[in-house]
């Protein structure tokens, strides 16, 4: 598939326009992505399911794959950990490792860990791990939201 894209400072309104020879599964994805906002299509046990950033705790990658988990559920996603950071960012999601991004939203306690790392309580009692190389990020990012309310 080729993908054009285009920036006209004079638009009133942005829009984008499709074009297909047939309306086929790969087209379905693309319009139900792009209607939808930012959702999310994720796999679990060969079934496809729409995720919504809200219902995301963190993204992790293992084994090269990339994982949403859920509050219970973990999907995989066709996504990276930088991509996500760039998709999801402005929706309160931030890099705490070089293989995970996690949502502040669900963060409910923070703990200080050893070597200078801290640990993440998430609102479904899960523990993520805020690597030091990540936390001045992750502490900006949380001043900046706490500032803005």
């Not at 679990?44 to 919504?52: D, K, T």
Request: with cysteine; proline share 2%; aromatic share 10%.
């Amino acid at each position: 598939m080729k993908i054009n894209q285009f920036r006209d400072p004079g638009l009133e309104e942005d829009y984008m326009d499709v074009h297909y020879r047939e309306y086929n599964d790969e087209i379905r994805r693309i319009l139900a992505l792009t209607e939808s906002g930012n959702t999310l299509w994720g796999k679990r046990e060969g079934v496809q399911a729409c995720l919504s950033p809200e219902e995301i705790y963190y993204f992790e990658t293992v084994d090269r794959k990339c994982f949403a988990c859920l509050k219970e559920e973990v999907y995989q996603v066709e996504l990276g950990i930088q991509s996500a950071v760039e998709r999801f960012g402005p929706l309160g999601f931030v890099r705490i490792s070089k293989s995970a991004v996690v949502n502040v939203y669900k963060v409910r306690q923070l703990t200080a860990d050893m070597n200078m790392r801290m640990q993440l309580l998430l609102d479904n009692g899960e523990k993520v791990v805020l690597n030091r190389g990540y936390k001045n990020e992750f502490l900006q990012f949380i001043k900046e939201r706490r500032t803005q309310k």
